[in-house]
C-alpha cells in the first residue's frame, strides 16, 4: 500500500505564498509503484478539484488552466517527495489540499477517480 502524508498548510495573508510538500512511502513491490502523483483541493459541500499532477517517470507536468501562473508542481523522485508552490494566494484558494498517487496510468489527470491512493489533506486558508 502507498502511504501518503503532505504538509506546509496554514493560514496566510493574501498575496501569500506556501509550498506543500507530500512525500510517499509503503510501496515496495512494482505492483504497487508509484506512476502519477497529483494535488487535489477541497472546499465543504464543493467536488474534490485537480489542481496539478505529474508524470513522475517522463516528469510532464499539468497544472489547471486558471492557476497557471500562480500555481507550480515539481518533484524529488530520490525522496518520494511532491511539492505544490503556490504563489499571489487568493482567499478563494482557500481550501483542503490533497495529494494522491496513482499506481496506474493517469489519462484524465484532473479527475479524482483516476488516483487510487490519498493523504489526508492539509488545511490552506488565506485571509487577512
Known amino acids: 500500500q502507498v502511504h501518503l502524508v503532505e504538509s506546509g498548510g496554514g493560514s496566510v495573508p493574501p498575496g501569500s505564498s506556501l509550498r506543500l510538500s507530500c512525500v510517499a512511502s509503503?510501496?515496495?513491490?512494482?505492483?504497487?509503484?508509484?506512476?502519477?502523483m497529483g494535488w487535489f483541493r477541497q472546499v465543504t459541500g464543493k467536488e474534490r478539484e485537480g489542481i496539478a499532477a505529474?508524470?513522475?517517470?517522463?516528469?510532464?507536468?499539468y497544472l489547471a488552466s486558471s492557476l497557471r501562473g500562480r500555481f507550480d508542481i515539481s518533484q524529488d523522485n530520490a525522496q518520494n517527495m511532491v511539492y505544490l508552490q503556490m504563489n499571489s494566494l487568493e482567499s478563494e484558494d482557500t481550501a483542503m489540499y490533497y495529494c494522491?498517487?496513482?499506481?496506474?496510468?493517469?489519462?484524465?489527470?484532473?479527475?479524482?477517480?483516476?488516483?487510487?491512493?490519498w493523504g489526508q489533506g492539509t488545511q490552506v486558508t488565506v485571509t487577512s
Open positions: 494522491a498517487a496513482a499506481s496506474r496510468w493517469v489519462y484524465k489527470w484532473w479527475s479524482p477517480e483516476e488516483f487510487n491512493y
Open positions: 509503503g510501496y515496495t513491490s512494482t505492483t504497487s509503484k508509484v506512476i502519477w
Open positions: 505529474i508524470d513522475i517517470g517522463r516528469d510532464y507536468k
